[in-house]
């Protein structure tokens, strides 16, 4: 079971994201992102937040479907993301859907959330259907799944960046172009940013001892 996140903002790419579904997930809105859902003729089991960007249309559409309502006061201590992130347990991995080109304050928060969940256990993806972030703490051994990118040329086409939020330690990357062993990058270089697969490269990833690191994964073109 996956639990998924579908928050508001702009630029989600809809069929991607269609193509994502799983059997078996478990979906939840936040505010405006009951409008994506509707627009994806995906049916959620709950919307949370405080109904202060959903728009009328797409909240009759929750009613009339009797999906529940979980309201908060616009006036509140967390964004309707992170009440929805922190509604669920660590148990099962999260896909959280987002906007990652839409107000920055928005999109950062988003993304430190998602950091900040994953050094507490929490196994959490982002994506808005068209780039893939993975945040992880180490120690660790991610590989890109490939049911995403299924040929070498779609692979080659990809930009692999790896940003650090804290320092990293003893990073050995695999099937990348610029190629990285036993290495370490602090927060803040820009060294590590838009790598490659390398030509014949059968599969992508990072192994590294510690810290936190995102890893970030986007048509290059």
């Known amino acids: 079971m996956r639990w998924v996140i579908i928050t508001g903002g702009p ?3 809809y069929d991607a994201l269609k193509k994502e579904e799983h059997a078996g997930d478990r979906i939840i809105c936040a ?13 959620p089991e ?12 797409t909240l009759s559409w929750i009613r009339q479907l009797h999906i529940p309502l979980e309201i908060y006061p616009i006036d509140k201590n967390m964004t309707d993301s992170e009440l929805c992130l922190r509604s669920i347990t660590k148990e099962h991995p999260v896909l959280l859907v ?13 993304i430190l959330l998602a950091v900040k969940l994953v050094t507490e256990g929490y196994n959490l993806t982002m994506t808005d259907g ?9 120690p660790a051994s991610f590989r890109v799944d490939h049911k995403r990118w299924k040929t070498l040329k779609e692979r080659r086409t990809l930009a692999v960046s790896l940003l650090p939020f804290t320092e990293v330690t003893g990073i050995n990357t695999i099937g ?14 820009s060294f590590s940013v838009s790598n490659r697969a ?19 994964v986007t048509p290059a073109v």
């Open 130 to 138: 068209l780039s893939w972030i993975y945040p992880i703490a180490g």
């Open 11 to 13: 630029n989600l790419h």
């Open 98 to 110: 987002c906007s990652l080109a839409g107000r920055p304050d928005h999109v950062l928060s988003n």
């Open 31 to 43: 505010d405006s992102g009951a409008f994506h859902a509707k627009q994806m003729g995906i049916v």
């Open 176 to 189: 990348l172009y610029y190629p990285l062993e036993n290495h370490t990058i602090m927060p803040g270089s």
């Open 46 to 57: 709950k919307l949370i937040g405080d109904l202060d960007s959903i728009d009328a249309d």
């Open 198 to 216: 390398a030509r014949n490269a059968k599969e992508i990833g990072v192994d590294f001892s510690s810290g936190v690191l995102m890893v970030i």
